[in-house]
């Protein structure tokens, strides 16, 4: 239902202003039209060639004629059928997307950087494998260049000797250079 009901003063000012906003037709009352609306009328106004609204009218409004639910076989048959289209989309292709064409080049791309970072890291290794043998090497010559002998056994003797003697002298020389100090 269509009309507007007017039945306390709030609602009469609300269709007299939807009333005002049409163009008045010399037929007819808009706002009596308004209020009196059946089932499947309206009032129309549209716009002229330069944008002026024309009058109102009152007309009945076909309701649109659709059916609810998928189409037949048949129905789907005798639309493709008639299509302009029909026949051109039939066939299925299956092209290369852009999508595709973006993941093959990341998974190149990752590829490269993994093959990339191998041979960093074996270059590294072997460097260092190299930096280790060279240490080793320099080690071992250090070793044989010096000279270092054991000791024999007298040796150690002798040199244990004159360490304690050292240190009983030391320690009675800072002993006596003290006391003379204190008095």
Known sequence: ????????????????????????????????????????????STLQAKGVPSMVQRTLIRPPSSRLGP?????????????????????????????????????????????KRKREEAEKAREAEEKEREAEEKKAARRSSSGYQRQTVTEAAMKSIVRSVSTSLGRALVRGILGSLRR
């Not at 007819?28 to 059946?38: E, H, P, Q, R």
Request: aromatic share 6%.
């Open 1 to 44: 239902q269509h009309a507007l009901r007017a039945y306390t003063p709030r609602e009469e000012k609300a269709v007299k202003t939807a009333a005002d906003t049409f163009r008045p037709n010399p037929d007819f009352d808009t706002f009596d039209a308004i209020t009196k609306l059946g089932v499947g009328e309206a009032l129309v």
């Open 71 to 115: 189409l037949t076989d048949a129905e789907r048959a005798q639309v493709v059928a008639t299509s302009p289209v029909a026949g051109q989309y039939d066939k299925a292709i299956d092209r290369e997307s852009a999508y595709e064409v973006l993941a093959k080049r990341a998974e190149d791309m990752a590829k490269a950087e993994e093959e």
